[in-house]
């Protein structure tokens, strides 16, 4: 089955700095979501994009569907920003396959 | 606030019992899916509904089954509960014309 890699595993950062978040996958894809993970347990919905570039806010992110991976940027990272950060992909329009996640710490 | 609901929060039950999660899912959505989250790790995929037939499944044994209803509501079943068991559990749910998923808060698992 498809493969999803994400990099860095864990991510330390000051308050106001910016990041970016890789997702690598091993096969082509119908759909790819960027999700935050709060502390309880809620998926929260970032972006829905299976090729090309959205903007929202802070957040911003790119898939490149061709060379099979997907970037998430966070630019002046604040601490609710905190938590897990995964990447899932749909290869057939069915499931979705999540990356093992980054955990992001953003320090005050 | 996705609009995806699910009951209860939080549960405890020891080895060998059953139960029963439940799922509501986003106004005109009809394809429900269910993810289970062990600890430190990422959703992993158990099965999906459409129209009330199950058109996707995972890698979970046959003691792990679902219903969905006519209003696209959905339970979970789980049954002979082993300790590995112990996980969140989530739903999701999308619509017809859109690849993008919606969860739930989730439904924590406890088996002792």
């Known amino acids: 089955g498809i493969q999803v890699e994400q990099s860095p595993p864990d991510l330390i950062l000051q308050e106001g700095a910016n990041s970016t978040l890789r997702c690598n996958f091993s096969?082509?894809?119908?759909?790819l979501q960027w999700f935050h993970q709060n502390p309880w347990g809620q998926l929260i919905n970032l972006f829905y994009?299976?090729?090309g570039t959205k903007q929202n806010g802070r957040l911003s992110a790119t898939t490149v569907a061709t060379e099979r991976y997907s970037l998430l940027y966070i630019s002046s990272s604040q601490t609710t920003d905190s938590g897990v950060y995964f990447c899932?992909?749909?290869?057939?329009?069915?499931?979705?396959?999540f990356g093992p996640g980054t955990r992001l710490s953003v320090l005050p | 606030e996705t609009g995806v609901t699910q009951s209860p929060t939080h549960l405890i039950k020891t080895r060998g019992q059953q139960v029963t999660l439940r799922c509501s899912s986003q106004?005109?959505?009809?394809?429900v899916s269910w993810y289970q989250q062990a600890l430190g790790q990422g959703p992993q995929f158990i099965f999906q509904?459409?129209?009330?037939?199950?058109?996707g499944r995972g890698n979970f044994p046959p003691r792990f089954s679902g219903l969905q209803f006519p209003n696209y509501s959905s339970e979970l079943n789980v049954n002979a509960l082993e300790l590995d068991d112990s996980a969140l559990y989530l739903c999701?749910?999308?619509?017809?014309?859109?690849?993008?998923?919606?969860f739930g808060e989730g439904s924590r698992l406890t088996v002792l």
């Open positions: 106004s005109g959505h009809n394809t």
């Open positions: 999701a749910s999308r619509g017809t014309n859109t690849g993008e998923l919606f």
């Open positions: 994009i299976p090729s």
């Open positions: 096969d082509s894809v119908n759909n």
């Open positions: 509904y459409y129209r009330e037939e199950e058109n």
């Open positions: 899932a992909v749909d290869p057939w329009g069915q499931n979705f396959v």
